[in-house]
């Protein structure tokens, strides 16, 4: 019956059999063999015809943000899928750099209490304003380290700011809101913001995020919100 399905799914999008098989054959490793797999598998191929890849890597990227919030539902699939679309659509990106950038993230930016939302649009907008997924991802992944590993500068930031943690502070304010109250913890000076936060990749990502292309990433994010 699955593979009768698959066949049929080819037909329709005018896809590979073999490739989707591929894809059939991930979605039942990840999520078990169910009434919805290839429903999954159409979300897939969907994903993959708007961004020009494969079922395959489209499903890697779907899986990977869906189990790093701890939902996995059809639903859920089809949600990460929309946002990956908009976010080739807007940003410098592919969906097979997608993938690779978004897909060890997901988990430290789940555990921050960054919206899905806010994951993509804030790729989207790096990735605009650098030219690279990868270094949009980088950039993003520091200020996680940053704001996980926190230096006595981040804590004394946080107190000021009434919170206990970043994942609190972020579950107030947004993930970029968050970095906008932290940076007016400080005097503003290239130092002060060095201090608070460390590497050289979070600063870039900061000082895009809440200056120079503020702009571009506030357009991205209303984008992940339609």
């Avoid at 169910?34 to 079922?55: F, M």
């Avoid at 990735?127 to 380290?145: D, F």
Wanted: net charge neutral; no cysteine.
């Amino acid at each position: 019956e699955l593979g009768t399905g698959i066949r049929a799914l080819a037909v329709e999008f005018g896809g590979d059999a073999v490739t989707m098989s591929k894809a059939a054959y991930q979605i039942v490793s990840a999520v078990g063999d169910t009434s919805e797999t290839l429903d999954s598998l159409r979300v897939a191929q969907t994903l993959a015809n708007a961004s020009v890849s494969d079922a395959a890597t489209a499903f890697d990227l779907m899986s990977a943000v869906t189990l790093a919030y701890g939902d996995s539902s059809l639903a859920a699939q089809k949600h990460v899928s929309d946002l990956a679309i908009r976010t080739v659509q807007l940003g410098k990106t592919t969906l097979p750099e997608l993938t690779a950038a978004v897909g060890k993230a997901a988990p430290a930016f789940a555990g921050l209490n960054v919206t899905q939302e806010e994951l993509f649009g804030t790729i989207a907008g790096l990735a605009g304003v650098s030219g690279s997924t990868s270094e949009a991802m980088t950039q993003m992944s520091a200020i996680a380290s940053t704001l996980t590993n926190r230096s006595d500068a981040m804590s004394k930031a946080f107190r000021k700011l009434g919170v206990k943690t970043a994942a609190e502070l972020i579950g107030k304010k947004g993930f970029n809101g968050a970095l906008i109250a932290l940076r007016d913890t400080t005097d503003g000076t290239a130092e002060a913001l060095t201090k608070l936060l460390g590497r050289e990749e979070a600063m870039r990502a900061a000082n895009v995020i809440t200056g120079a292309g503020a702009a571009r990433v506030a357009t991205s994010l209303s984008e992940m919100g339609k």
